[in-house]
């Protein structure tokens, strides 16, 4: 710093000079000088200096001592500081408080743009030498003399130091240091004079002044430092383990120059050194037998040397030479311990032991011998640290000894104790934590007055539920020992479990186990999260807990967020055992974001976002509402089917007729002699008369006035037919249900006493079966009547409707019209050679018309008429003539004033032949 600020003012002093130079042509001298010139001041001191204007400057340039400014370092000095003297002569006085060349100069202002810098001196400043202290001297043996001072502060000036000896008064040695040497004076041999005493100083001197330090006497042969002793060799002793002869050679000293020594050992790689007594070595010597020593082991010396007074120097330490004890009896007992890796018999055990420590093995482990006591002793040799048994009970004695080359360690004994047997106490109490970047355990001793022999600590690192499946460390701690650092094999971010016991005579207590980590940090993934139940108002969340390896510290807490929409996201803290959760008081129909955040003590880690939509309805809303409504309908449904089953014959009437069964229909016989209906005793299988057929049943509709009168005889004739509906009743039961018709009718009333009062009303004609011979008009001797039992209903061609006009009938001169409505029905022929079988029936007054033929007869089961929506009408009977030998008989309501509507359909009769249907034409 010093040398750059003098170079910074030597180059503006340089500038300033040439400006000046370039300005008036004229050397400087010519302007002004200043008094004193290059003047050497004390730092903080106070100079006076002049600058003289020359008279040829002053004229020429018209300026005078009152235009002059002066500045050091180009700082300009204020004009307090500054005295005009007269008009050449002007005074400054300062005082300078930093050190090292400053450039004062002495400046004229022209104008104000023009300055001119007529003069400039450097000032020094620096300090005085100081008085050098510590003079002290040290000298090598043949081979010189050095003596050494503090010179104090820097001066900041150029300082000369001198060194001075004397032997003999008056004669005086001066020694001038060279250039940068302030502090050390070094006279080689021979010009050193032993065993005479000789006065030394050192003197300073520099502008601001000069000092000496304080004399001293000294004997050159009583300030030697010696060379350090030379470490030759390093011998065993034989038949001692813990001893080492140390061997040296002293440095080249005077004959009469007595040596004391410093020897100094310790193992090798170990920090600390061990001396020797210092009573022990104080004398001349070569040689020194080292005890106490460690069996079997390297050890590293070194040794130094001085004069036998206090007051001399210590050689510097030789350099290490390396000595090995020979190999002794372990006195150590190995420490051992088993696990159990088969809980079931028979039980697999696991022993376990360390290597001595070599401060115990005392030398080489050559094997290690192994007793397990039971019933029987087994004996083990083995070089391994492990051996695995199979038992077939627990409860023995394992004891385990270390041999080396010399002979062998104590005993070490395990007992492993019976299932049966009571634990025995475990510690009071027990922790784990982190210190010092290691895991510390503390325990407290058994609060028994059993006497504990020594603690087994183990550990293994924790994977899933607590529970370790790698290998297991463990290390053995005396009984005197409360705490300690767990030795090895501990990670951070890992769980580890830690497990005590205490040791009775070999005999493990109960044990107390910690989890701990040696460093914790935030975890690596979140929590899964999955829905169990999504309700209307709640969600019940549920999470699997992280994998340990991924936790790296104990979860402290669970925070559940979540929010729904644009809305503030809600927070629920939730202890770590918990793995489950109900969210509450939700809005329903709602889209809501969820995720779980775990923590640790050094942060958290969230889960993955979980979207769900609450419910419309709450649970068991749904089954409120269909319960009650399918409960209605069942009751209702239940009422509904009992009033059908109640009223099935009103409803089988009105729903489902019973039409009869053309295939099954039977044949009723009419004799012509005594007017009876004859039912026909033919079975199923008997033959008919081949050469009869089935006539059409016809329903006539017939709209009838006032005047149309019916006579005495159609009314018999209709009385016959209702008497004779009660005859055959076992075999239908009514018109309606007899006759082939496509729709159900009501049948006549039995009652005498009916109203024929209704304008309009259908009768049913039951089927006649005639002969191919019969003839319009003529009266067959054997009249006989057949009609079907078919609940077959109508073909769809036989419901075609049309309008077909017949004429007058009857002796009425007003015009009938009749629609009429027809079906043909299937009856089985009977046989040509079999005469049926006639049963009498009541006789009827009417007229039927066709022929039959004399050779067959017919049976006809039942004959009935119905009048649909009408009561007491009386139809009279009359023929009609009909194609293909068909005979067609009609009953013409009476007692009506109002004609048939005319756009009722009507049916011709249609003929039966051989069991087919035969549609009769337009």
Known sequence: MFLQRA???????????????????????????????????????????????????????????????????????????????????????????????????????????????????????????????????????????????????????????????????????????????????????????????????????????????????????????????????????????????????????????????????????AKDWTQVPPEDTKSVRETFVVQKLLPFNAYNFIIRCSHANDNSYWSDWSSEKIGNTPESVPTGRPHIWST??????????????????????????????????????????????????????????????????????????????????????????????????????????????????????????????????????????????????????????????????????????????????????????????????????????????????????????????????????????????????????????????????????????NSSEVNFTTSNFEKGEIEAIVVPICLCFLLITMVVTLLCFKNRHLIKTYVWPNVPDPANSKIVDWSSRNGNLTKNNLGPKDPMNLDGFISDVTIIEAEADDKYSSNEDEIKQLSSLKKEKSTSGEHSSGIGGSSCMSSPRQSVSDSDSESAQNTTSTVQYSTVLVSDNGYKRQQPSAQVFSRSESTQPLLENEEISDEHSYGNFGSSSTEVKRQYFKQNCHIKEPSLNEEPSLNELPSTEGEVMGDIDEGGSHRLDQMEVSDQNSEGSCPAIEEFSSNDNQTVVKLDLLGFSRCLETDQQSYMPQGVKHNSYMPQSK
């Open 7 to 269: 170079w910074w003012l030597v180059v503006t002093y340089v500038s300033m000079q040439l400006t000046v130079c370039f300005t008036t042509g004229n050397s400087m001298q010519d302007y002004a000088y200043i008094i004193p010139e290059s003047p050497v001041i004390q730092n903080g001191s106070q100079i006076e200096a002049s600058c003289i204007l020359t008279d040829t400057y002053a004229k020429e340039s018209g300026v005078d001592a009152d235009q002059i400014f002066w500045a050091l370092k180009g700082n300009r000095i204020p004009k307090d500081n500054v005295i005009t003297v007269n008009k050449t002569v002007s005074n400054v006085t300062l005082t300078i408080s930093t050190v090292g060349l400053g450039l004062l100069t002495c400046n004229v202002q022209h104008n104000e743009d023009q300055v001119s810098t007529v003069f400039g001196i450097q000032v020094k400043t620096g300090l005085p030498p100081e008085k050098p202290k510590n003079l002290t001297c040290i000298s090598y043996y043949n081979r010189n003399w050095t003596c050494s001072w503090d010179p104090g502060k820097d001066t900041y000036l150029p300082t000369d130091y001198y060194f001075h000896s004397s032997i003999i008064r008056g004669n005086n040695e001066l020694h001038k240091l060279p250039a940068g040497v302030n502090n050390s004076y070094t006279i080689l041999y021979p010009s050193i004079n032993y065993y005479v005493l000789s006065t030394i100083w050192v003197k300073a001197n520099n502008s601001l002044g000069d000092v000496k330090s304080d004399p001293i006497q000294m004997d050159p042969i009583n300030v030697i430092k010696p060379n350090p002793p030379e470490i030759t060799s390093i011998e065993q002793v034989p038949g001692m383990s813990t001893v080492l002869h140390v061997i040296w050679k002293n440095p080249n000293l005077p004959l009469s120059f007595p040596l004391k020594y410093n020897l100094r050992y310790k193992i090798v790689h």
């Open 340 to 605: 159990i890796e088969n809980p079931q018999y028979p039980k697999r055990i696991h022993i376990m032991w360390k290597e001595l420590d070599k401060s115990d093995a005392n030398g080489i482990i050559l094997e290690y011998q192994l007793k397990i006591k039971q019933k029987t002793s087994l004996k083990i040799n083995t070089t391994d640290l492990e051996y695995s048994i199979t038992l077939s009970q627990l409860g023995c004695e394992i004891s385990l000894i270390a041999r080396n080359s010399v002979g062998s360690s104590p005993e070490a004994t395990l007992v492993i104790p019976d299932t049966r047997e009571t634990a025995l106490p475990p510690v009071f109490k027990f922790n784990a934590y982190p210190q010092d970047a290691r895991l510390m355990v503390e325990w407290e001793p058994p609060r028994s007055t059993k006497v504990v022999s020594s603690y087994i600590i183990e550990w293994c690192e924790v994977f899933t539920n607590d529970l370790c499946r790698g290998p297991l460390y463990w290390q053995q701690e005396q009984k005197a020992v409360k705490k300690t650092f767990l030795k090895d094999h501990i990670m951070p971010f890992k769980r580890y479990r830690i497990a005590i016991y205490a040791l009775y005579s070999g005999r493990p207590g109960a044990p107390r186990s910690k989890l701990a980590y040696l460093q914790q940090e935030r975890p690596v993934n979140g929590p899964s999260v999955h829905l169990k139940h999504v309700g209307k108002k709640e969600v019940e969340l549920m999470w699997k807990e992280i994998p340990v390896n991924e936790q790296r510290g104990f979860i402290t807490h669970y925070t559940i967020f979540y929010k729904s929409g644009n809305s503030n996201e809600s927070s629920i803290i939730v202890e770590p055992e918990q793995q489950e959760f109900v969210l509450k008081s939700l809005k329903g129909n709602t889209l809501y974001v969820v995720r779980v955040m775990a923590s640790t003590v050094k942060g958290g880690t």
